[in-house]
């Protein structure tokens, strides 16, 4: 994983231009209480004194929150054990998706109401990310309860060559074929369908701050859940339903 330095924040710079130049910090603006839209254009310094904030501490947590980390590419993903690929869907994807959600609705929320007229598709994005936080919550516990359980049971038997193997395959196999030929297909749509309406996330030249706050929240949620897509549909689900079929076949 590599760590890239997080951005060089000054006292004396607005709100609005540091959202700018990195759209995490927006959460720590929330945090405090300030305005970084249209009106966020006094000195951080001089907001901070006069709402009675440390400077240095709302700096500090500027600063975390810029921080982007790295995950490359070219990591072994197809090589890890089952175990260790669900627990780190688990705890970092699904935990993404479960604190990210609320904070891209809140944000939608708040920009649509004030943009319909002159954005009148906007409706539909944010129906589309309240389907996804509809749906998406029930799936991931789906996975944690039910999904990830059994494969990880697959996988045990399937090393260990134990005699219970191929009944176990026959009782619970129906699942994960259900995930990855319908639900995870659903969701491909939902993310296409975000794409067009958004234009990949590209705001206009005239949007507000709030404007490219939301389109860039949204491209990290899509890219996220295309990894996370990728880590179920190409490598673990595959790895399941292929010791399903050898351990059905071994009896």
């Known amino acids: 994983m590599k760590v890239n330095h997080s951005i060089v924040i000054d006292e004396n710079a607005c709100a609005a231009d540091i959202v700018k130049q990195h759209y995490r910090t927006a959460t720590v603006f929330r945090k405090y209480g300030v305005e970084f839209c249209c009106g966020g254009k006094w000195p951080l310094k001089m907001v901070c004194e006069t709402k009675g904030l440390d400077v240095e501490e709302v700096l500090h947590d500027l600063k975390r929150a810029s921080r982007v980390l790295?995950?490359?590419g070219t990591l072994p993903f197809d090589t890890w054990k089952v175990d260790f690929l669900t627990d780190y869907i688990v705890n970092i994807h699904h935990e993404y998706l479960r604190q990210s959600l609320p904070s891209?609705?809140?944000q939608l929320g708040k920009f649509v109401a004030e943009h319909l007229k002159k954005y009148p598709h906007l409706p539909e994005v944010e129906s589309q990310i309240e389907f996804l936080d509809r749906t998406m919550i029930p799936?991931?516990?789906?996975?944690?309860e039910i999904i990830f359980p059994y494969i990880r049971q697959i996988a045990h038997a399937y090393d260990s060559k134990e005699s219970y193997a191929s009944l176990l395959v026959r009782t619970l196999r129906k699942p994960v074929e259900d995930i990855m030929h319908h639900e995870h297909e659903t969701l491909e749509k939902t993310l296409h369908r975000l794409r067009f309406l958004t234009n990949d996330y590209t705001a206009p030249d005239s949007a507000c701050t709030s404007h490219r706050l939301a389109f860039s929240l949204l491209k990290e949620l899509d890219d996220d859940l295309v990894q996370h897509l990728y880590l179920e549909n190409d490598i673990l689900f595959p790895k399941?339903?292929?010791m399903e079929k050898e351990l059905l076949e071994r009896h």
Do not use: D, R, S, W
């Open 139 to 144: 799936h991931l516990l789906q996975e944690e």
């Open 240 to 242: 399941a339903i292929a």
């Open 104 to 106: 891209v609705k809140e």
């Open 70 to 72: 790295n995950i490359p």
